[in-house]
Nanobody, 122 residues
Framework: QVQLVESGGGSVQPGGSLKLSCVAS?????MGWFRQAPGKEREAVAK????????YYADSVKGRFTISQGNAENTLYLQMNNLKPEDTAVYHC??????????????????RGQGTQVTVSS
């Protein structure tokens, strides 16, 4: 069993920035961030395939969010810039060892973190 530990959430004003991190305790291939706001379905935000350093983004965050690999093994960051009120949600990290990362949905991940709250409000 792989444990995922997230950190970096908080409250910011519109236009602000936050950086989330996720550290996996064991070997994984695909890692991603997804979010869930009250009354809304879970939404995949970004994904990273470690063997090829391939990145994927949801259209709603392209140009504003950047996913990157940390220097430490199995560590992933999500830099969120120009945050909007509609970005407010609990952000979760998900991961697994699947070689198919592009089509992973939040329900597909074998391992999930507890989540960290991101609030964007003036």
């Amino acid at each position: 069993q792989v444990q995922l530990v997230e950190s970096g959430g908080g409250s910011v004003q519109p236009g602000g920035s936050l950086k989330l991190s996720c550290v996996a305790s064991g070997y994984i291939r695909c890692m991603g961030w997804f979010r869930q706001a009250p009354g809304k379905e879970r939404e995949a935000v970004a994904k990273f395939y470690f063997p090829e350093s391939t990145k994927y983004y949801a259209d709603s965050v392209k140009g504003r969010f950047t996913i990157s690999q940390g220097n430490a093994e199995n560590t992933l960051y999500l830099q969120m810039n120009n945050l909007k009120p509609e970005d407010t949600a609990v952000y979760h990290c998900g991961a697994d060892r699947s070689p198919i990362c592009t089509t992973r949905t939040p329900d597909d991940y074998d391992f999930r973190g507890q989540g960290t709250q991101v609030t964007v409000s003036s």
